[in-house]
């Protein structure tokens, strides 16, 4: 005896449809904003030393807003490379907002051996990203919500000491 199983056909595709229709409609309205992304700029590093003692290269980092509402921004993902070699990789709160049509200057702590930054010119060279808020209400329900984020990217390279 054979048993076949068969579902009745009830409208199921129009559900499926309808659910696919509304994912479309809620991502193309995530995806949405009238904002700009924020500008970033690498403006320099320099060699400090932390509250510990250990050594530290301050990276500093200038956004700037094209917008006429202010940008939060949250999270900063960065790797640093020193004298070619990579020596972090990390994430911080950036502790930012850069206001409307405004710069913000945010510094990225690096510690390192205190060989990378006595003795001469350390090349190094970053790249990340960070996590904003786009300014719209919609925009910031979902970022809240854990349903959208926003992100921008950055690199830059110098010498440590140099401005």
């Known amino acids: 005896m054979k048993c076949l199983l068969q579902t009745p056909r009830t ?29 970033l700029q690498v403006s320099g590093a320099r060699a400090g030393t932390a509250r510990d003692g250990r050594s530290v290269v301050f990276i500093d980092v200038v956004a700037s807003n094209p917008n006429n509402q202010g940008l939060p921004l949250k999270r900063v993902s960065y790797q640093v490379d020193l004298g070619g070699e990579r020596v972090f990789v990390g994430q911080r709160d950036a502790q930012a907002c850069v206001r409307a049509y405004g710069l913000q200057k945010f510094t990225l702590p690096v510690p390192v051996s205190a060989s990378y930054v006595q003795g001469g010119a350390t ?38 000491g140099e401005h």
């Open 11 to 39: 409208g199921g595709w129009r559900r499926s449809f309808v659910r696919a229709v509304g994912a479309a409609v809620v991502a193309a309205l995530g995806a949405c904003t009238i904002s700009t992304p924020p500008k």
């Open 123 to 160: 090349r190094f060279r970053v790249r990340g990203d960070v996590t904003y808020v786009a300014p719209e209400s919609f925009a910031q329900t979902l970022y809240e919500n854990g349903l959208r984020e926003w992100t921008t990217s950055f690199a830059g390279e110098g010498v440590v």
